[in-house]
T-cell receptor, first 113, second 114 residues
Framework: GDSVTQMEGPVTLSEEAFLTINCTYTATGYPSLFWYVQYPGEGLQLLLKATKADDKGSNKGFEATYRKETTSFHLEKGSVQVSDSAVYFCALSGNQAGTALIFGKGTTLSVSS | SAVISQKPSRDICQRGTSLTIQCQVDSQVTMMFWYRQQPGQSLTLIATANQGSEATYESGFVIDKFPISRPNLTFSTLTVSNMSPEDSSIYLC???????????FGDGTRLSIL
């Protein structure tokens, strides 16, 4: 079945460092890909999405490109802030109507000043 | 995007009791889902709440333990029955709006069972 694999955390960075969180997927067909973020004590918020190959999703300085040839959707940010400390989840959704999200295990990011 | 209100936001319950979690959306949505997030873990889909019919449960989840209602296109409930400490989790409601993606989530219900 479909699955998502994320790099293990935690990831600990200093403010203004470059961030990469790797995400690869296994799916039949052409899924949509997402990054969600969960700040401490809160629910999940959609960070960005991409619905087809070579699409680049971006939001709040974060970017991820849908790479079908490598089945990847890595999250990047050029300069992290303390406020970016959170858990990041990569997820996919199949193209059939009513398909729910399949999540990776999540990666905890901790940014220090 | 849809605004999702989930109640209660947190609760502490005694083992053997049941708790019903409500999910209210400010617009009609096609799909509603219930997820569980165990401590330090990712999200696992419990079931898809179907309007006017029985929910569709994922492997490992059964109706007797997690009965779900969805009387209309804006509201759903999840009951956690006969609770044990292993049910201590965050339970999240998620919706998918008509004709679009992606899914949006409520703030979750943080449930602790003593």
């Amino acid at each position: 079945g479909d699955s998502v694999t994320q790099m293990e955390g935690p990831v600990t960075l200093s403010e203004e460092a470059f961030l990469t969180i790797n995400c690869t997927y296994t799916a039949t067909g052409y899924p949509s890909l997402f990054w969600y973020v969960q700040y401490p004590g809160e629910g999940l918020q959609l960070l960005l999405k991409a619905t087809k190959a070579d699409d680049k999703g971006s939001n709040k300085g974060f970017e991820a490109t849908y790479r079908k040839e490598t089945t990847s959707f890595h999250l990047e940010k050029g300069s992290v802030q303390v406020s970016d400390s959170a858990v990041y989840f990569c997820a996919l959704s199949g193209n059939q109507a009513g398909t729910a999200l399949i999540f990776g295990k999540g990666t905890t990011l901790s940014v220090s000043s | 995007s849809a605004v999702i209100s989930q109640k209660p936001s947190r609760d502490i319950c005694q083992r053997g009791t049941s708790l019903t979690i409500q999910c209210q959306v400010d617009s009609q949505v096609t799909m509603m889902f219930w997820y569980r997030q165990q401590p330090g873990q990712s999200l696992t889909l419990i079931a898809t709440a179907n309007q006017g019919s029985e929910a569709t449960y994922e492997s490992g989840f059964v109706i007797d333990k997690f009965p779900i209602s969805r009387p209309n296109l804006t509201f759903s409930t999840l009951t956690v029955s006969n609770m044990s400490p292993e049910d201590s989790s965050i339970y999240l409601c998620s919706v998918k709006e008509q004709g679009g993606q992606p899914q949006h989530f409520g703030d979750g219900t943080r449930l602790s069972i003593l």
